[in-house]
């Protein structure tokens, strides 16, 4: 970059003007000073993206391993008994000799692991090893005590055939092995590395020619020691390797750039190590130093994108390191010579071990996230909006504009910087998410009219409003979300900006997001209960004979219970609020509560209802939360007693594994909250934010909530109506198993639902489903009853109690907004 003192820098020309082609000189593969270009230097230890890719992906194939051989365990057996007999084609005699020299190698492997430290003189090498090793070696043995696999048939004819040599402990070996030579990967050059790797496949493939140990637990051994061994870097931290000051000045020489001096410098270069460098002539040049970390923090980030976004246009990643710098330095030259303003690249080279350095023109000015908010004139902000309407013309999508990336020099001119994620021949979309980041960045500086404003002005409406369905916080950059944390609401009134002065109604915002965090917590808790319901739906064809013999007449009365816990939740909100509330709009009001209860998880739909119905009624809105609430607190308090009274009714046979906490425990764990809450209270923000925002909500719903404790009538429908819904459900799960002939007693079924629901009120689904199911099933089989009798009866009392109130569910709630209850 060039260094700007007022007038038009050297080599940096003025806009429009067309600039050269510069040539871009590429350090040769001999040049002066090769081997001090190769030079790194371990400045500390840190946690590496690298070790995160690799142990993620290992952790990944182990699991797929262990699963394939969990749940094909006859068939992954006969395989390895396959490949036992295909394999075992040498004489005992040979087998000996290969099995000793394999022993040998594992053992010398070892001993060689153990020395390094000693040779390397660093101490702490000897902690990773043993915490690497050990950690292997319980996994593995984990594994296969989870797997069950016992002594295969045919491995035990092989150990007597060939004279019972070997140890029993080879895969553990291998194991601590390939967990030592993981750890001593980032201590070691890439020549021993190769070397470590050949060593294993030799030892592999000789344990496969003469088998003591399946094939599959070679292998399982193998990955999970690789995996132990980057876990323990990644926990512990691995030597931060980067190239000297020394190399990188060999570097830039060697690459035609001949300088006086290299410094390190304190800005922000995306994880990169940036120097800065003064040459012969007086110049100064920007250096960012890039390696394999880089690499694996693109792809951690590209696969986190993959998995979490969609239609968001990235592309896949690039083969290698070199690959993704060279892609930097075509798109910083192309835009360059397309007429924005960005600093010259001066160098591309090899440097280090396994790193690459670019080198561009010094221009000296500071980023926008470290200028101060008057100096970002309108003026500039025209200019800076100049920049990206180059870049639309040209189809280039920076894919990161935010305000670290605009750069001003001394003059107040705007640049743009770090073209890593950049795209060429970019969609529109993505040059829509450019003016969306952007906006919502330079508004964050400087408000939402005067950023909206420029934009316009230099991109035209049509450009700015085509940026609208991508006006989300998804499509903004880490740093811009983080500085929204401060400025709740900013998005919507640049959406409502740039709709109003483009004269454009807000379109429905582009669904970006593929998983969301609330749909992954719903499949994760639908497969575990899919896999804990699986082994009671084994008997297909008994459950269909108990459904032909059901005694259906009991049917109008697993209805009416059902019915009835509508009324006692209309009861229960009557006394939660000191208003009097009408009877049929407030019951209405509850069967409605049960169809929005199904649009969100934990009952947050059927919560906001509420709420809103008290409002309408003209409850304040601060007592009709805190109604609200208690109607929910005294229903787990009626639940926890109603518990007690019923697991004391049902005996110790139907919970006879439960034990409840002990009361030191409870009181620990008391003492505990309080001294988190008092921790927390201590920060002086908490305490600000508290009293700003909690107490004065707590003093208004405070009055209510003690005007219904006062009244002796309102606590009876509080209680009584909380004890209403829970009665019935009880009722309603009794009568189902009645229907198709299960012999359990009230007492223990009703035990068994208070047990069920309790469980399944932690689950992320809405209403509990699938978790529920489970619980009550569990709970019934383990009460004595036939899974053939359980898992029809739980279906039954589901059908009735949550699938059936939907469309009445649906009409009540469309009732209400018709009334304008709601």
Not at 44 to 71: E, I, K, Q
Not at 597 to 616: D, E, H, I, M, T
Request: net charge positive; proline share 6%; with cysteine.
């Amino acid at each position: 970059m060039d260094q700007t003192r007022g007038a038009t820098p050297p080599g940096v020309r003025p806009p429009g003007t067309p600039p050269p082609s510069p040539r871009v000189p590429t350090a040769p593969a001999a040049a002066p000073g090769a081997r001090d270009a190769t030079r790194e230097e371990i400045t500390g230890y840190v946690r590496s993206p690298s070790d995160v890719l690799r142990t993620v992906v290992l952790v990944l194939v182990t699991l797929l391993l262990v699963v394939l051989a969990r749940w094909s365990r006859d068939a992954g057996r006969s395989l390895d008994d396959d490949l036992v007999r295909r394999l075992s084609l040498l004489t005992p005699a040979v087998g000996r000799v290969l099995a000793g020299t394999s022993t040998l190698l594992v053992l010398a492997s070892l001993i060689a692991a153990w020395t390094a430290p000693l040779v390397l003189r660093r101490s702490r090498l000897l902690g990773y090893l043993l915490v690497s090793g050990v950690l292997a070696a319980a996994l593995l043995r984990g594994v296969e005590a989870f797997l069950g696999r016992g002594d295969s048939a045919v491995l035990a004819g092989e150990v007597v055939r060939r004279g019972g040599v070997d140890t029993p402990l080879f895969a553990d070996g291998l194991a601590v092995v390939a967990a030592s030579f993981g750890v001593l990967a980032p201590f070691v050059s890439g020549r021993w590395r190769r070397a470590g790797v050949l060593l294993l496949a030799l030892v592999t493939a000789l344990r496969l020619l003469m088998p003591i140990v399946l094939p599959a637990t070679l292998a399982v051994a193998l990955v999970l020691g690789a995996a132990a061994g980057s876990a323990t870097l990644l926990a512990l931290g691995r030597p931060d390797s980067r190239p000297t000051r020394a190399a990188v000045a060999a570097a830039l020489t060697g690459s035609g750039l001949p300088l006086v001096d290299v410094r390190p410098a304190a800005v922000d270069a995306r994880g990169s190590v940036p120097h800065v460098a003064t040459l012969d002539d007086g110049s100064r040049v920007f250096v960012k130093v890039m390696g394999a970390d880089n690499r694996s923090a693109d792809l951690l980030f590209r696969a986190y994108r993959f998995v979490r976004l969609k239609d968001v246009g990235d592309e896949r990643p690039f083969s290698s390191l070199r690959r993704a710098v060279e892609h930097e330095a075509l798109v910083s030259l192309l835009v360059r010579d397309a007429g924005a303003r960005t600093p010259r690249l001066r160098a591309i080279a090899p440097v280090g071990r396994d790193s690459f350095l670019l080198a561009h023109d010094l221009v000296d000015g500071a980023t926008l996230d470290r200028v101060p908010d008057a100096d970002v004139t309108p003026a500039v902000l025209h200019g800076i909006w100049a920049q990206v309407a180059v870049l639309r013309r040209h189809s280039v999508a920076h894919r990161d504009l935010r305000r670290a990336n605009v750069l001003l020099d001394r003059t107040g001119r705007p640049w743009l910087i770090d073209w890593g994620f950049s795209e060429v021949a970019a969609a529109p979309a993505l040059l829509d998410a450019d003016v969306a980041q952007l906006l919502v960045a330079l508004a964050l500086q400087v408000g939402v009219d005067p950023a909206v404003d420029a934009a316009i002005a230099q991109l035209g409406p049509q450009a700015v409003a085509a940026c609208l369905p991508r006006l989300q916080p998804t499509t903004l950059s880490g740093a811009t979300r983080d500085a929204l944390r401060h400025r709740r609401g900013l998005v919507g009134q640049v959406r409502a900006a740039v709709s109003r002065r483009c004269g454009v109604p807000e379109p429905q915002l582009a669904d970006l997001e593929r998983i969301h965090p609330r749909t992954l917590l719903t499949v994760v808790a639908l497969v575990v209960v899919t896999y804990l319901l699986a082994p009671q739906l084994g008997d297909v064809r008994g459950m269909a004979e108990r459904v032909r013999e059901a005694d259906w007449a009991w049917a109008p009365l697993i209805v009416a219970t059902s019915a009835l816990t509508y009324v006692g939740a209309a009861l229960s909100l009557a006394g939660a609020v000191p208003a009097r509330l009408r009877p049929l709009p407030t019951l209405v009001a509850q069967l409605a509560s049960s169809f929005a209860s199904k649009l969100a998880p934990a009952g947050l739909g059927g919560v906001a209802l509420n709420v809103r119905f008290l409002q309408k009624s003209g409850v304040d809105g601060a007592v009709a939360g805190s109604a609200v609430g208690l109607d929910y607190v005294a229903g787990g308090v009626v639940h926890v007693l109603l518990m007690l009274v019923f697991a004391v009714w049902a005996g110790r046979s139907v919970f006879g594994s439960l034990r409840l906490p002990h009361p030191e425990v409870l009181g620990w764990g008391a003492l505990a909250v309080l001294a988190l809450a008092a921790a927390t209270l201590a920060v002086p923000a908490v305490r600000r934010l508290v009293a700003a925002r909690l107490v004065p909500l707590v003093r208004r719903s405070v009055h209510g909530v003690a005007a219904v404790l006062r009244t002796p009538g309102r606590l009876a429908l509080l209680l009584g109506g909380s004890a209403l819904i829970t009665v019935g459900y009880q009722l309603s799960l009794y009568l189902s198993t009645r229907a198709f002939g299960g012999g359990l007693d009230l007492a223990t079924v009703g035990a068994v639902y208070l047990a069920g629901a309790a469980i399944a009120a932690v689950a992320p689904t809405p209403g509990g489903l699938g978790a529920l199911e489970a619980a009550l099933i569990a709970g019934l089989v383990a009460a004595g009853m036939d899974h053939t009798i359980a898992v029809p009866a739980v279906f039954l009392y589901r059908l009735t109690t949550f699938w059936l109130p939907i469309l009445p569910g649906w009409a009540a709630f469309a009732w209400l907004q018709r009334s304008e209850f709601v």
